[in-house]
Structures are given as C-alpha cells and as structure tokens.
C-alpha cells in the first residue's frame, strides 16, 4: 500500500512532517510523498524521519496551474528539493502567492468584510498562508458557517474573492518539475471538471506539455470514475498514480493510505513512476 499526495502544516494540512512519516509507518504504507502546495519547506523535517520508519519517504510539491480557464494542480514526485534553480521558482511562486492574498484580501473588503494578511496570518502554522487560512478567518468572524462555506460563497472558483493563479502554465510546471528531477503527475482530475469534460484530448495536450502521470486513484472518485481514468492513462501511455490527498483535520474521515475505506494504489505505481524518470535519464 502507498500513498502518493497528501500535504502538512507546511501548507494547508494539520499534522506535522515527521507525524505523518509515523502515521504512515503505524498504518503500513511501503511509501509516502509529501506533496504540500508551493512549497518545500516541510521536506527536510520528513526526510529526516527516514532512519526512523520502513515506509519510503518521498519528495514532492503541488503546483497550482491554469489551463482552458481551470485550475489544475501538478505533483512533482521526486523532486530534488535542494536544487538551487528549483527552490527560486518555489521561492518566486511563494511571492506570487502573498500578491494573491495581498488581493483576495481586497476583494474581501469591497464586498463589505474588511479582513488583514495579519488576522488571516494568525490561522496558519507556516509562512504559508492559502485560501485555507482565509476559510478559517471567515469562519471565526462569523462570516462563513465552516470552511467549505467560505469556498462555496467567497473564494471558490468564480466567487467573490477568488483570485487565480494565471501565471504558470502546465507546460512550465512540468518543465521545473522534470529539470528537478521529478516526475509530473495531474492531480485529481475529476476534481477538476467531471467525466462530461473532454479529459482524453485534454490529456493529450497536458501530454505534449510535459505530463507524465494523472491521479487514477483518489478516495472521492466512484469505480467507474477509478476505471475510467486508469483506462485513459493506459491509451495516453501516463503511468496511473494515486493517493489520499490527506490534510489531517483539514478532511475529516479521510487516512493515509486508505482515503475513505476504499483508496487502493497498487504498489506498482512506484515502480512505474521510478520507470519514468529513469528513461530520461
């Protein structure tokens, strides 16, 4: 059993790097990425657990993207995160993203909810501060009902507040993440639009920009959804990853390795991933 997506403190889950190492080993995962949004700062805590646990200590990030007008995210697994040229990307996307805030903090106040980078700060345990922090901020004003309320009526796509990360392509994200050494895979895809969505010639562009994998597995898709992205990854030659995307309290009911009860990544995956980067090389 593995998990190949879940995120820490670092950047909007609840447990710390090296808790997630022990839960993972408690649970009995042959191996675990960490993969927290934008940044790397949580690796060096994680690795360091290695000499501790069985499990496989994996690198990884998650690259928020624009494409056709959605978000998309990309992991990058197995990334060097001590690359010098990879750490000034994160670093610069790091800016991007207090610009953001610095934004969606704006568009706050215009609809009549005054709120500070400061007051939003205080909801997180690290230097980065996402919507998540802003979700949480909304809650305790009273503003919003819980966290997916304050998504679903101000910072959600196409709400109020939202404010997009346009500036980094798939085709860059990729490129950074393979020049790092990793292996790009597109995060839940059926998260991203339904089945309806045109996903095969989607991919196939995704593709050509440097793809190489797609999240097959993922505790909120039905079979059908599991089969039909597994069926789709094997026409498109992209390995069929997978994983929890486990944030802690962040997702209540959701585990390493297990998602809801039903999450499987066959251990196969890693080997067809490692496959991967080791053509190019």
Not at 130 to 142: I, Y
Not at 156 to 168: K, Q, S
Not at 261 to 274: A, I, M, S, T
Request: hydrophobic share 40%; with cysteine.
């Amino acid at each position: 059993m593995i998990d190949l997506h879940c995120h820490s403190l670092c950047s909007d889950g609840t447990d710390a790097p090296a808790a997630l190492a022990l839960l993972a080993q408690a649970g009995g995962l042959k191996a675990l990425a960490l993969t927290d949004h934008d940044t790397l700062d949580g690796l060096p805590e994680f690795l360091a657990m290695q000499s501790q646990v069985s499990t496989r200590l994996i690198t990884g990030i998650e690259l928020s993207c624009r494409f056709l007008s959605m978000e998309l995210h990309i992991l990058g697994l197995f990334v060097d995160h001590q690359d010098p040229a990879f750490r000034n990307r994160i670093q610069d996307l790091q800016a991007r993203r207090q610009e953001r805030n610095q934004r969606m903090a704006e568009r706050l106040t215009a609809i009549g909810i005054p709120i500070s980078l400061q007051e939003v700060a205080e909801h997180a345990t690290s230097r980065l501060v996402s919507r998540v922090h802003f979700a949480r901020a909304l809650v305790k004003r009273g503003k919003a009902g819980s966290q997916q309320d304050a998504f679903a009526r101000f910072l959600g796509e196409g709400r109020p507040a939202h404010v997009p990360f346009e500036d980094l392509s798939p085709a860059d994200a990729c490129r950074w993440i393979k020049e790092a050494g990793g292996v790009p895979v597109l995060a839940h895809p059926g998260r991203s639009a339904n089945r309806a969505f045109r996903w095969e010639e989607a991919l196939a562009d995704l593709k050509a920009q440097g793809l190489e994998a797609l999240e097959a597995y993922y505790p909120e898709y039905s079979p059908r959804e599991e089969q039909y992205f597994c069926e789709l990854a094997q026409r498109l030659d992209l390995v069929a990853s997978g994983g929890s995307d486990y944030h802690g309290k962040m997702k209540v009911g959701l585990s390493l390795g297990v998602g809801r009860g039903g999450l499987h990544v066959p251990d196969q995956v890693l080997e067809n991933l490692e496959v991967r980067r080791t053509h190019r090389t």
